[in-house]
């Protein structure tokens, strides 16, 4: 059978690919669209690395095939910072050191931006919850939400 | 790996169609969140899947006789969302918001916890103490059964070749009437229960509870509807001798396995544990209704 020609907009550029039925659509964003900041961990949905925006959800893109993408928009991490200007919570992320080997570094922020677009005011508790999807070995998860609690108050004061 | 045949049906006759017309394996493909997991892993090799999110009403969230109807395709994260349907059937909705991570809310649906037919699948107590009902679309037309039909054993289900389950029934309910979830697990998100335990009840003007429905899931190979614990406590006030005898029916019902999960004694003991919390807070909020 031939591939599945799947036409989507990733970041607002439209994006078109070719993939198999079977090739999970981080899979496609990594090796069809060469775009490797979505990471893969564990590849069954446990970890949150490979977290992006699908059709404005936050999904796991581990959980969906590429060739659910067509017609649909999905936001990657690199369209998070816009050109040299990183978001927010990057910078956040940086002064915190809310980060140490990187790897899940990509979906928290996805997952934590999601978070702040619904709930501009949350409590630690809630940003918490929220997150339990993204695992880090790293950071003891402590400056993830110092860093996350912080961009909510700086958005708030900026809104 | 041989191809995988991908399908969009746009109606529920399409989609019918495809799945009882398959030569090999055919599954559908919905929130994906158990499937993708289940194919990575070679557990199922489907040769053909039937996406149905495309068929209209799948993914919609609608009033009917009093009730709601919620499309096979709406996801956890859609459900709490909706205040009215949250309003109504609190317990079914966080049972249903359990599921996973955030991520997996944002795919994972009822209708894919039901027909993934594991006996701790969190929204599927909450269903049946709400007195659910699963609409079913197959090749000898549709027909409506409650969700505890539905799982056999794990991972089976009583689905026919060709069928699928369209959208999930939740009834209307009495005022003075409220629902509670509560599970165990070993960690605060993202595990799965060690018991699960959902409670539906309505109350007269004197606060005694009238109807009950009480089950249990992750104790047994299929969640169990429990009708003698629903009689401990029709008739009283949910005093302490009524919460009780509930504990003691819900641990009786037990036929768990040991897991690295807990052992048989603990998810027996915790049944009960569970079953008073959940009475409560099902009062609780019936009281508010």
Request: net charge neutral; proline share 4%; aromatic share 4%.
């Amino acid at each position: 059978m031939s591939r599945h020609h799947v036409t989507t907009t990733i970041n607002g550029d439209n994006v078109e690919f070719l993939c198999d039925t079977e090739q999970s659509l981080l899979d496609c964003i990594r090796n069809e669209l060469h775009m490797t900041g979505t990471k893969e961990g564990c590849g069954t949905g446990d970890c949150g690395a490979c977290s992006i925006m699908l059709d404005g959800r936050l999904v796991c893109s581990c959980l969906a095939l590429g060739v659910e993408a067509e017609g649909k928009e999905i936001m990657t991490i690199e369209g998070m910072a816009q050109g040299d200007e990183l978001h927010p919570l990057q910078e956040n992320f940086i002064k915190f050191a809310a980060l140490q080997c990187g790897i899940c570094t990509p979906g928290v922020l996805i997952a934590a931006r999601a978070l702040l677009e619904k709930n501009p005011d949350p409590t630690e508790t809630e940003v918490r919850f929220w997150l339990a999807g993204n695992l880090c070995r790293c950071t003891g998860y402590d400056k993830i939400i110092r860093a996350v609690m912080a961009t909510a108050a700086q958005l708030r004061a900026t809104a | 790996m041989d191809d995988i045949r991908y399908e969009t049906p746009t109606s529920v006759n399409a989609a019918v169609k495809l799945l009882a017309g398959a030569q090999g394996v055919a599954k559908v493909l919905n929130g994906g969140t158990d499937l993708l997991v289940q194919m990575r892993a070679d557990v199922v090799t489907p040769t053909l899947l039937v996406d149905i999110k495309k068929i209209a009403d799948m993914k919609v969230i609608k009033k009917e006789k009093g009730g709601w109807r919620i499309g096979a395709s709406v996801s956890g994260a859609e459900m709490g969302e909706h205040p009215e349907l949250s309003k109504m059937w609190p317990g079914v909705v966080e049972a249903t918001e359990l599921i996973g991570s955030t991520q997996v809310q944002g795919r994972a649906t009822m209708a894919g916890n039901l027909c993934n037919a594991s006996p701790g699948a969190d929204s599927v107590p909450a269903m049946i103490a709400a007195g659910a009902l699963a609409a079913i679309a197959g090749p000898n037309g549709k027909r409506e059964i409650p969700v505890e039909q539905i799982p056999v054993s794990p991972g089976k289900t009583s689905l026919a070749k060709g069928e699928f389950v369209t959208s999930i029934y939740l009834p209307k309910r009495p005022k003075k009437s409220g629902d509670a979830y509560l599970r165990f697990i070993p960690r605060t998100e993202m595990d799965i229960a060690v018991v699960g335990c959902g409670i539906s009840l309505t109350l007269d003007k004197s606060k005694t509870v009238i109807a009950a429905r009480v089950a249990l899931g992750a104790v047994a190979p299929t969640a169990l509807l429990l009708e003698d614990a629903a009689q401990t406590i029709i008739g009283t006030k949910l005093e302490d001798a009524a919460l009780d005898a509930l504990a003691a029916a819900c641990s009786a019902a037990c036929r768990p396995i040991d897991d690295k999960r807990g052992t048989k004694e603990f998810r027996i003991k915790i049944a009960g544990v569970l079953a008073r919390r959940v009475a409560l807070i099902a009062r609780d909020r019936a009281l508010k209704n």
